[in-house]
């Protein structure tokens, strides 16, 4: 079976073949959150596709490690830390814990690691101890800033080349503009109200770009594999990371860089200001479940312009359901000696399951190849019904679509109970039929009917699915 994966690499700008650099592992970073708030479903896309990412990965059969780090002391955090009046950690360990949450709910498959900046203070000084000696920086007013002069690569991930006459003009801030491509801040003077850390560099505290660097060399060496992120991350943050990381170590930082395009809602920009902008809890509390949320955000390639609608997370709902409902049937309905006529369909998804995904992850066909799927299941129960060998292989079909996009039901408190409470009834209609008691059979059907649950009297016997 093959392994071989395609991905457009960002800094190459076309499709190119995986090549790990140890056979059957990958190692992955992926920028994390900014602790400062709760992500929003455009932050939930990227890390979304991240998830896919691995997952199909491990599908292929490899071993991953992925960090995603926390940013947890950035312009952002200090601020809002300051305006609620509460230490930065306390400020920020409440929505990393908030954030992991989301991702459980989103059933997001935990990364291996994920440090908090933080906790890697000496990490960053050391690089930047090792960027001053390269003759790659400059001091002023108590702070660092990296020249990006002397790194004639700078731009080659964003493009984004720098004004030959913009010497000695620099960035304090750690986010800024394309058209503002200069000296960026590596560590800042100490500042009344921010947080200072004592080290070889003097007082002060990291800038943003260079926690990525740091994090990313301490735990998966000083080349990996893979890194991610959103497109608004390819400028300044990415580039400064290659710039900060090839400066100190003279090797390549990342092989392979991938980013996923931007999410409008309705057809907009989100933002506060219009109205339009949604964390996974807002959309929670208007009552539409997380799988539902994840279904959406996958359903579209991740080079792709997401548009988020509220029609669109109805359809992902009816999907899901129509996943839950032929299971459903499945369950109710006996194996069929010799009826293997879904074989061949089986095997057809097996094949374009593997290659939708090997081709940079295109989860649409990778979905539509599912629900061709479903839709041979639900025509083999309609007609010859389905052998034990089919149904075995149709099962170890379903393990490996949920491996990958993890929006299959899963088991929840009450959902059994209430599954035992469905089959008592139906076998009480049964008995209630055979002893000609159809009045009580079809108050039966009816009562069901109130809970959404629909009854199919087949010649396999009675089925029956939720609405
Ligand atoms: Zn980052």
Redesign the pocket.
């Known amino acids: 079976m093959t392994r071989r994966l395609r991905f457009f690499n960002t800094l190459n700008r076309r499709l190119e073949d995986f090549e790990p650099i140890e056979e059957g592992q990958v190692l992955l970073y992926t ?1 994390g959150p900014t602790i400062y708030d709760f992500p929003h479903i455009g932050n939930y896309r990227t890390f979304l596709f991240e998830d896919v990412l691995r997952r199909t990965f491990r599908l292929f059969g490899y071993g991953v490690t992925q960090v995603q ?1 926390l940013t947890d002391v950035d312009d952002r955090t200090i601020q809002r830390a300051n305006e609620n009046a509460v230490s930065l950690r306390e400020f920020t360990d409440g929505f990393a814990t908030a954030f992991f949450e989301d991702l459980a709910s989103l059933r997001v498959e935990p990364a291996e690691h994920y440090p908090r900046a933080t906790d890697y203070i000496p990490e960053m000084v050391e690089i930047i101890k090792r960027l001053e000696a390269k003759g790659h920086t400059y001091r002023s007013d108590g702070s660092i800033y990296y020249r990006i002069s002397t790194f004639p690569e700078y731009g080659k991930l964003s493009g984004v080349r720098p004004e030959k006459n913009l010497a000695g003009a620099r960035v304090d801030v750690d986010d800024y503009e394309k058209e503002n491509a200069r000296d960026f801040v590596l560590w800042k003077a100490p500042k009344e109200g921010e947080p200072v850390w004592e080290t070889d560099l003097g007082p002060g505290r990291p800038g943003w770009h260079i926690e ?1 660097s740091a994090m990313a060399m301490a735990l998966l060496g000083e080349t990996f594999d893979i890194h991610c ?1 959103g497109v608004d ?1 390819i400028f300044p ?1 990415h580039e400064n ?1 290659i710039a900060q990381s090839e400066g100190a170590t003279g090797c390549p930082f990342a092989h392979t860089w991938l980013h996923a395009e931007h999410l409008v809602v309705e057809g907009e920009k989100m933002a506060k200001r219009v109205g339009n902008f949604f964390t996974l809890r807002d959309l929670t509390e208007r009552g539409f479940d997380p799988v539902v949320v994840r279904y959406l955000l996958i359903s579209v390639p991740y080079r792709q312009r997401l548009n988020f609608t509220f029609d669109g997370l109805h359809v992902a709902s009816q999907a899901i359901d129509r996943i839950a409902n032929t299971l459903r049937r499945l369950e109710n309905t006996p194996s069929s000696d010799g009826a293997d006529g879904l074989l061949a369909g089986i095997e057809r998804f097996g094949r374009e399951f593997r290659e939708a995904l090997a081709d940079d992850l295109n989860t649409a066909r990778a979905l539509a190849a599912l629900h061709t799927l479903l839709r041979d299941v639900n025509s083999a129960l309609d007609g010859e019904g389905i052998s034990d060998a089919a149904r075995d292989a149709l099962g170890r079909s379903f393990d490996d679509a949920d491996s990958v996009l993890a929006i299959f039901p899963r088991a929840a408190a009450g959902v059994g109970g209430d599954d035992a409470e469905i089959d008592v009834l139906i076998d009480e209609r049964i008995a209630a039929r055979k002893n000609k008691d159809f009045a009580r059979a079809d108050a039966i059907r009816d009562e069901l009917a109130g809970k959404g649950i629909i009854l199919e009297d087949t010649p396999h016997g009675t089925v029956w699915h939720r609405e």
């Open positions: 920028c780090n990525c992120g991350n943050h990371e």
